[in-house]
């Protein structure tokens, strides 16, 4: 769905040149004190010749980290031109807004038709190139950024161009990007929190190659407690349905039969073998005792402290966000759902996370949308009914949900993690083990920087429960 766009006051805005006047905030000190380890990333992306790849936290403080080597760059240079891309059209906003507190007045505009944004980037290069300005700022998505037209203008310029990849990882699996990289930028700067593509050696290798090899880390274990919050983590097992259990038992013999049939190997990826994995999968996703276990939750904690709380569905089956926001709405919880319409406009962003914030609204619920692109350190406890095997996602969903809030006064956070088990009845078949190491991977490291990882009964103990049960016993 397309956003409502108040498109004529905006592109009138874009058309009224507004000259930058790039500062650091004095409120910022990135060198000393409790944010220094943000200095320590300028500094070793310095130290590299002005590229490199910054693996930082989520909430680590990458945006800020690269704003203050673009100031930096700009004292040695003398003029430069700084290109943004990121992912996502809520990442071009927040992109937007860090930028303005540093005094910069990007171009960042996506609703805005592409022949008046091609003019306006055209305009910031030649604002630099006849020193009317000594910095122009563009901002776009990775779509933009591989626009045949963009790449022509870019590549026309002699000046000084500063490349920054926000969520770097995302581009590794741009096939144009991959193939035919900008050849402009002579620095470049690429940010994540998880810059290493999961299966994907040549992705992660194309990356280091264009943008450099990672210069500094600044881990979660690192960041909680100097930017992050600690967490409390809550593991919840829970059993099949009996039709779910006859169900998971059809799709796991009908796998059996067909790696009998390979030989007992599988050494090639095979379509219906892959369809008949998901499907068995999807069975675990959304299984209905989650549901149920959600309801008891609530009803424990009870419907009126549930403030401030996310709650994260499956995006593989509508019927499970349906569900939850059916519940929500029976305990009297007034909730709001996060969708595309949302983070693509800014004023109705603003006033959900106002309402949020407030506890007029007590819970956001979403699938993936709330994965990359969208900051609501507002967020007290999460709720993860459904759980990707891909790394990157569900490190980015806890690093989302620790991020502090002053306006708040947030302290910690909450993760209820929802874990559904195979039915041991129907056997263990070497893709169920499979299934269940994938699933404790994500468990034991959620646990592992909790801060109740050893209480009785606590995560530790349920995590050591399965494994013996599923990879030991049998």
């Known amino acids: 769905m397309q956003p409502r766009v108040e498109s004529r006051e905006s592109e009138e805005d874009y058309l009224t ?32 010749g002005n590229k490199g790849i910054l693996a930082m936290a989520t909430g680590s403080g990458k945006t800020i980290s690269a704003l203050v080597a673009a100031h930096r760059l700009l004292k040695n240079v003398g003029q430069l031109i700084i290109v943004i891309s990121v992912p996502t059209r ?24 592409k022949s008046k944004r091609l003019k306006l980037v055209q305009n910031a290069i030649d604002n630099v190139e006849f020193n009317v300005t000594d910095v122009e700022t563009i901002i776009t998505t990775n779509d933009g950024i591989m626009d045949a037209d963009f790449q022509r203008i870019l590549s ?34 690429g940010l994540s929190a998880t810059p290493v593509r999961q299966y994907d050696e040549d992705g992660t290798q194309s990356l280091i190659e264009y943008f450099g090899d990672v210069v500094f880390e600044f881990s979660l274990d690192e960041a909680i407690g100097v ?5 409390d983590y809550y593991l919840h097992s829970v059993n099949l349905s009996f039709e779910e259990c006859e169900r998971y038992a059809a799709l796991s013999e009908k796998i059996r039969r067909k790696v009998a049939r390979a030989g007992g190997e599988v050494d090639r990826p095979d379509s219906s ?117 891909i790394e990157k996602q569900w490190i980015q969903r806890r690093g989302r949900v620790l991020r502090p809030s002053k306006s708040t006064g947030k302290t910690h956070a909450t993760i209820h993690d929802f874990l559904v088990l195979p039915p041991p ?16 991977v994500r468990c034991e490291e959620f646990a592992r920087l909790s801060r109740n990882r050893a209480s009785f009964g606590g995560p530790y103990a349920i995590i050591n429960e399965v494994r013996f049960r599923y990879l030991v016993e049998n």
């Open 90 to 113: 809520p990442l071009v906003t927040q992109w937007k807004t860090e930028c303005q507190e540093f005094g910069l007045n990007p171009i960042a505009g996506p609703e805005i038709p």
């Open 17 to 48: 040149y507004k000259p930058s006047e790039f500062r650091i905030p004095a409120f910022f000190n990135v060198f000393e004190g409790q944010y220094e380890h943000q200095g320590r990333a300028v500094k070793s992306w310095e130290d590299n």
């Open 156 to 189: 026309s310029t002699t000046r000084n161009i500063l490349f920054i990849a926000d969520e770097v990882h995302n581009l590794g699996g741009n096939r144009k990007f991959i193939s035919d990289p900008p050849n402009w930028g002579t620095a470049r700067l």
């Open 425 to 440: 009845e129907y056997g263990f078949d070497d893709e169920t083990r499979n299934l269940v190491k994938s699933e404790l």
């Open 273 to 389: 073998l892959t369809v008949l994995l998901n499907q068995r999968r999807l069975v675990l996703e959304t299984a209905t005792s989650k549901i149920n276990l959600l309801s008891e939750l609530i009803d424990g904690i009870g419907p009126e402290n549930i403030k401030r709380s996310l709650f994260y569905t499956t995006d593989k089956d509508p019927k499970q966000l349906e569900l939850v926001n059916s519940l929500l709405t029976q305990r009297g919880i007034r909730w709001h759902q996060i969708t595309e319409e949302e983070t693509s406009n800014g004023h109705l962003l603003a006033r959900v996370m106002t309402s949020f914030s407030d506890g007029t609204v007590g819970a956001l619920t979403a699938k993936r949308v709330l994965d990359e692109g969208l900051n609501v350190p507002q967020i007290d406890t999460a709720f993860i009914l459904a759980s990707t095997t």
């Open 227 to 231: 930017c992050l919050v600690p967490y």
